[in-house]
């Protein structure tokens, strides 16, 4: 997979630190909703690969996928090891079970941080829009 995202291949990514204290929780921004929104059940929602992606914490929100389960793949582009510190990421499948749930958060992205976005999910993953269990709409990225 070659990284296509200008942020990751200049090697601007920091080792995954901080803690829950760095995230920024959609209620406390008091911000209007951006144009998208990203659920994740995974890296996306870690300090250090936010703020290589995005220079800072986005705006997040608890939520729920149902119908999938999560199976692990290796990652071996080095500017996304260097983003997320981990090379062995999830990836969700389709659910023989329609009650199976994954939890997450719900980002809140602009079109410059999607497109960040799909530059570090790169090859191994595909968007696809879903309905999570509050209602709303989101993009995920499922495994290709």
């Known amino acids: 997979m070659s990284c296509r995202n200008p942020a990751l291949a200049s090697g601007r990514g920091d080792a995954v630190g901080g803690g829950a204290a760095d995230q920024v929780d959609a209620a406390q921004t008091g911000a209007e909703p951006m144009n998208h929104r990203v659920f994740s059940y995974g890296t996306l929602q870690l300090p250090g690969v936010q703020q290589t992606l995005f220079g800072g914490p986005v705006a997040m929100r608890d939520d729920v996928l ?23 990421h999830l990836a969700l499948i389709a659910s023989a079970d329609p009650s199976a749930a994954i939890p997450g958060r719900t980002l809140e992205l602009d079109d410059a941080q999607l497109d960040a976005v799909d530059a570090y999910e790169g090859d191994n993953y595909r968007r696809t829009e879903v309905t999570l269990a509050s209602g709303m709409r989101a993009w995920v990225y499922v495994k290709a």
Do not use: M, R, W
Request: aromatic share 4%; proline share 4%.
């Open 66 to 88: 149902t119908g999938f389960q999560t199976v692990t793949i290796t990652i071996t582009d080095p500017d996304v090891l260097n983003a997320s510190g981990i090379e062995t």
